[in-house]
Antibody, heavy 125, light 106 residues
């Protein structure tokens, strides 16, 4: 069965760095685009970044562009999120998610069919 | 940047029909999907491609999308449906989520 397991969260001081990992199993990892989505305490879902199945394209939310880097190692079935220059507002549960991206009648349909359990990142001095 | 707007809360009596809206500029020209999230849990996909249900999602969940509004409808709402619901769409290079709607089953 499909499993996504995040790790690497914790407490970090403002301005410091942290790297999250997402270990995937139960499917052909190299065939799927992967995302990071976060949720601040008591708040809604916020999309963070996407990486294409082969790593050829990466896109970021404006709130993290230039500070966060998404990457993947298809030989290790693992997704990463390198987070630099962390701010208090980056405090959140970070989920990795697998995407389904299809062209239907000329329009892209895009959704997440599997999510990990999340890892909590707390940015605090 | 593209935005999706949802009502913060919706209330429904058990057995009745709940409707949750999601508004965005020409949203009907895109495909929308919906996630259910219960406290302490990861989101679960309940509707994709406007109106399709993933395997295992009850038939009481349905969706539509036209004009500027996508709608998630839950018929015969049950207590177990009480949760936060998020709409989502894709805009050129970004995933966009609505702000979420808390569904209360009174």
């Amino acid at each position: 069965q499909v499993q996504l397991v995040e790790s690497g969260g914790g407490v970090v001081q403002p301005g410091r760095s942290l790297r999250l990992s997402c270990a995937a199993s139960g499917f052909t990892f190299s065939s799927y685009g992967m995302h990071w989505v976060r949720q601040a305490p008591g708040k809604g879902l916020e999309w963070v970044a996407v990486i294409w199945y082969d790593g050829s394209n990466k896109y970021y939310a404006d709130s993290v562009k230039g500070r966060f880097t998404i990457s993947r190692d298809n030989s290790k079935n693992t997704l990463y999120l390198q987070m630099n220059s962390l701010r208090a507002e980056d405090t959140a549960v970070y989920y990795c998610a697998r995407d389904i991206r299809l062209m239907v009648r000329g329009v892209i349909t895009y959704y997440f069919d599997y999510w990990g359990q999340g890892t909590l990142v707390t940015v605090s001095s | 940047s593209y935005e999706l707007t949802q009502p913060p809360s919706v209330s429904v009596s058990p057995g009745q029909t709940a409707s949750i809206t999601c508004s965005g500029d020409k949203l009907g020209d895109k495909y929308a999907c919906w996630y259910q999230q219960k406290p302490g849990q990861s989101p679960v996909l309940v509707i994709y491609q406007d109106s399709k249900r993933p395997s295992g999602i009850p038939e009481r969940f349905s969706g539509s999308n036209s004009g500027n509004t996508a709608t998630l409808t839950i018929s015969g709402t049950q207590a177990m449906d009480e949760a936060d619901y998020y709409c989502q769409a894709w805009d050129s290079t970004h995933v966009v989520f609505g702000g979420g709607t808390k569904l209360t089953v009174l």
